[in-house]
């Protein structure tokens, strides 16, 4: 039998605490990564280009804003935004606390550009 990950966000959201940045990521994938990460309000990812795959962001609570290729597309909770490789895009908290989930192919480690204080 293969084994299955099941992993509740929302636990790890509350034992992280207060705890910004990456606070999960789905280990054992050859093939998927998920990262869950979380900003206080105002905080997020500084604008940036990812050439190498393309990304769900999908809004666990809260609400943010992802902004690609200069428009801004609100993100809360249940919503997901597709970003095409090669976009110029930014994550920004615009509640308290913001945690979102990122999926895409499977390449290095989580390299979260400048972060937004």
Known sequence: MRKVNIVDLYERLAAAGE????????EHSGDIN?????????????EHVNEEVDVLIVGVSGSGVVEVDGHEHPLRAGTVAFVPKGARRSTRSGSRDFPYLTVHRRRGPLQIGGLLE
């Open 19 to 26: 705890q910004a940045g990456a606070i999960w990521t789905l």
């Open 34 to 46: 998920a990262n869950l990460v979380r900003f206080p309000a105002g905080g997020g990812v500084e």
